[in-house]
T-cell receptor
Framework: EAQVTQNPRYLITVTGKKLTVTCSQN?????MSWYRQDPGLGLRQIYY???????DKGDVPEGYKVSRKEKRNFPLILESPSPNQTSLYFC??????????????FGPGTRLTVT | GDSVTQMEGPVTLSEEAFLTINCTYT??????LFWYVQYPGEGLQLLLK?????DKGSNKGFEATYRKETTSFHLEKGSVQVSDSAVYFC????????????FGKGTKLSVKP
């Protein structure tokens, strides 16, 4: 089954404790991306990757890191989480058509709470 | 900068009513346009798309037409069902080296039996 998986689905942590949210896709997609969803703000892109070893900042990259060492995986790293990073996070992947990520497939989401 | 504006919700309709959710965009280039749907507790799913002016995307009874002259991509359905209750997001993506998807803030639809 074609899918994007994220782990963990729920996470409660404390300020400053490093954490990683994993994302994996089994569709051989070139493009992967991370979004955060907050009430009243919709979805905002954090980072995206057009291919292995190619990553770029989205609209709200501060406080986050990513890596793309393998095509299927795109982990999101919070080196020193803060309460304003409490949010619902989605990973997505897509094939590229003429450089455009059509038909993004989204993971189920990770609800992160930073106290 | 590039942006997407959707009508604010929530929108509450009775079953079998006609649905319109307005979406307009601002873009420096020629974007592709999308509607995504998020059912309660789930991730987003692509509902329909249009890649150039005058294209009509359609799926599950929903339709939207890419109107370049009015920079709009309004979502319509002739007869909504309770199962259509969800949050709907309009989005655009520009080609070239940018590659990032820009979303509207979402419109929550509730359909009552």
């Amino acid at each position: 089954e074609a899918q994007v998986t994220q782990n963990p689905r729920y996470l409660i942590t404390v300020t400053g404790k490093k954490l990683t949210v994993t994302c994996s896709q089994n569709m051989n997609h070139e493009y992967m991306s991370w979004y955060r969803q907050d009430p009243g703000l919709g979805l905002r892109q954090i980072y995206y990757s057009m291919n292995v070893e190619v990553t770029d900042k989205g609209d709200v990259p501060e406080g986050y890191k990513v890596s793309r060492k393998e095509k299927r995986n795109f982990p999101l790293i919070l080196e020193s989480p803060s309460p304003n990073q409490t949010s619902l996070y989605f990973c997505a992947s897509s094939r590229l058509v003429a450089g455009v990520p059509y038909e993004q497939y989204f993971g189920p989401g990770t609800r992160l709470t930073v106290t | 900068g590039d942006s997407v504006t959707q009508m604010e919700g929530p929108v509450t309709l009775s079953e079998e009513a006609f649905l319109t959710i307005n979406c307009t965009y601002t873009a420096t280039g020629y974007p592709s346009l999308f509607w995504y749907v998020q059912y309660p507790g789930e991730g987003l799913q692509l509902l329909l798309k249009a890649t150039k002016a005058d294209d009509k995307g359609s799926n599950k009874g929903f339709e939207a037409t890419y109107r370049k002259e009015t920079t709009s991509f309004h979502l319509e359905k002739g007869s909504v069902q309770v199962s259509d209750s969800a949050v709907y997001f309009c989005a655009l993506v520009l080609g070239g080296s940018q590659g990032n998807l820009i979303f509207g803030k979402g419109t929550k639809l509730s359909v009552k039996p």
